[in-house]
């Protein structure tokens, strides 16, 4: 899908974003601390070319505090800890709070045990779950972590949505930056296909059915059916139910036919993993291995010529440098609607 911007979009300076939802985010409740990591956050993910998740996505928030479903200043608890995993209770904090706290105490616990794993019941959406895997990759560990959703997903071979599209993050260091992949378990997330319906675009490929049943390219119909596409058709559908029925059991929390009772996406299972490579016996040759890799795929023969191979969050590096120069990229409704607030 194009990332090129219309008139529709208003390039809005790094510092001025964040400052004005920090502004707004205290306006709300939350303590000043809260409020500029959360807005740091929203900021970053936007920063990274991760428009669907970031500072598009913050009037929503606002309004799952409003409603109550994001209590501000409420804190993860531990429940139950043994050996290196532990469960924690988000106790309905801000997603995205909570996901930083579940990270770092993961890291830790694979500091002193080779891996760590927190799982957390009872928390929000956590925005960009990728934002976690390159928090702690850029640390030196590999992070493997997963969230459940509201059902927005049909069974392969259904027509009603049962699935959540479960979002899946992988992260490697690699050269002080990261190797990350953040996915859905449909081949758009709701979010990408709010944005392009925004730019009025069509999908590159079928990423839904309309309410006739038909495959769609259209996001506003795919939206409108709630049938979003799994990603491999039956794979992404079978990998969808395991990671919502593993986020479930070892949080203790809510399953995805649990949280779609109330129609409301809160009260979310995840699962963070951290495994520190530095403790690993091929500690010293694991650079090399990746540039290996990494060499050989880059061999690949395009399929259009002069368009270049990309591994899963290489691209990042360009969009954050080119918004931080010439400022984040804000759909021009929503920056209206965030200086109302």
């Known amino acids: 899908m194009s990332k090129t911007f219309t008139t529709d979009f208003h390039r809005v300076p790094f510092a001025e974003v964040e400052s004005k939802l920090g502004q707004i985010l205290v306006k709300h409740g939350f303590s000043y601390a809260k409020a500029k990591t959360c807005a740091g956050v929203f900021v970053g993910n936007s920063l990274d070319g991760i428009y669907s998740h970031g500072v598009n996505r913050f009037v929503k928030f606002i309004e799952l505090v409003k409603e109550g479903h994001v209590q501000p200043n409420h804190d993860a608890i531990c429940k139950h800890s043994v050996g290196s995993i532990e469960q924690w209770d988000g106790q309905s904090g801000p997603g995205l709070i909570?996901?930083?706290?579940?990270?770092?105490?993961?890291?830790?616990?694979?500091?002193?045990?080779?891996?760590?794993?927190?799982?957390?019941?009872?928390?929000?959406?956590?925005?960009?779950?990728?934002?976690?895997?390159?928090?702690?990759?850029?640390?030196?560990?590999?992070?493997?972590?997963w969230s459940n959703t509201i059902a927005n997903m049909p069974a392969w071979g259904a027509v009603d949505s049962r699935l959540g599209n479960n979002p899946l993050v992988i992260a490697v260091p690699y050269q002080n930056e990261a190797i990350v992949l953040d996915m859905a378990m449909s081949q758009y997330s709701y979010g990408a296909l709010e944005v392009a319906q925004l730019k009025n675009e069509k999908l590159s490929v079928p990423g839904g059915y309309d309410e006739r049943g038909d495959l769609s390219y259209d996001p506003a119909a795919i939206k409108k059916s709630w049938r979003a596409l799994p990603i491999g058709y039956w794979k992404g559908a079978g990998l969808s139910l395991l990671l919502d029925i593993l986020a479930t059991l070892l949080s203790g929390g809510l399953s995805v036919s649990e949280i779609s009772k109330d129609h409301i996406e809160a009260r979310l299972s995840q699962v963070y993993i951290a495994i520190d490579i530095n403790k690993l016996g091929n500690f010293k040759t694991i650079a090399s291995a990746i540039d290996q890799i990494l060499n050989d795929y880059k061999q690949s023969v395009p399929e259009k010529e002069g368009q270049g191979i990309r591994y899963p969050g290489e691209n990042i590096l360009k969009s954050r440098a080119e918004n931080m120069k010439n400022g984040i990229p804000v759909w021009r409704t929503t920056w209206n609607d965030i200086q109302m607030m």
């Not at 799982?119 to 990759?137: C, D, F, I, S, V």
């Open 98 to 145: 909570n996901a930083i706290t579940s990270t770092d105490r993961a890291m830790e616990l694979a500091s002193k045990n080779g891996i760590g794993c927190v799982t957390l019941a009872n928390t929000n959406h956590w925005m960009r779950g990728g934002a976690y895997g390159w928090r702690a990759a850029k640390k030196g560990f590999v992070f493997i972590g």
